[in-house]
């Protein structure tokens, strides 16, 4: 399997990548900063791209398909430590059945608020990165808390 990469490596839509004209080595550096590290410079402007992308949910999503070793670059609006940091909190509590139960890419989001809520970014943040509505933020997340609880 190969490292998880922008959309646009894999999945043209119809909706044009921010990252569609961008030179690829803007979003692989040649080192990635750790979990938890402060990113560095070049993927803080990688990031600034994905911020405008009209596919960063998706793309976010397919790039966390892969396992945490293949997590390489700024995909999705993240860097490789903050998707890593993601997977590794989403592995220590599995969604449970209801929010499994729902379609495939509602699911998906549901996971990834999860995960960008356990990493500690509050409803708004989760809401920007997911171009999501607040709301519907905190209602994914009360429901996966009611699965947790009950
Ligand atoms: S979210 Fe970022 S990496 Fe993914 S397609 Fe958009 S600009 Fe490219």
């Not at 709301?135 to 808390?145: I, P």
Request: net charge positive.
């Amino acid at each position: 399997m190969t490292a998880a990469a922008p959309l646009t490596a894999t999945a043209p839509t119809r909706q044009q990548p921010a990252c569609w004209d961008v030179d690829p080595e803007l979003f692989f550096g040649v080192a990635d900063s750790a979990e938890g590290q402060p990113v560095f410079a070049w993927e803080q402007r990688a990031v600034a791209i994905c911020a405008g992308c009209p596919v960063l949910v998706k793309c976010l999503a397919a790039a966390l398909e892969f396992p945490v070793d293949e997590q390489h670059g700024v995909v999705g609006g993240m860097t490789a430590g903050q998707r890593r940091a993601l997977l590794r909190t989403s592995r220590q509590q599995p969604a449970r059945s209801s929010v499994t139960d729902t379609p495939r890419d509602q699911r998906r989001l549901v996971q990834a608020a999860v995960r960008l809520h356990q990493a500690g970014q509050n409803g708004r943040q989760i809401a920007t990165r997911l171009q999501a509505g607040e709301r519907q933020v905190q209602r994914w997340l009360a429901a996966y808390r009611a699965e947790v609880l009950a």
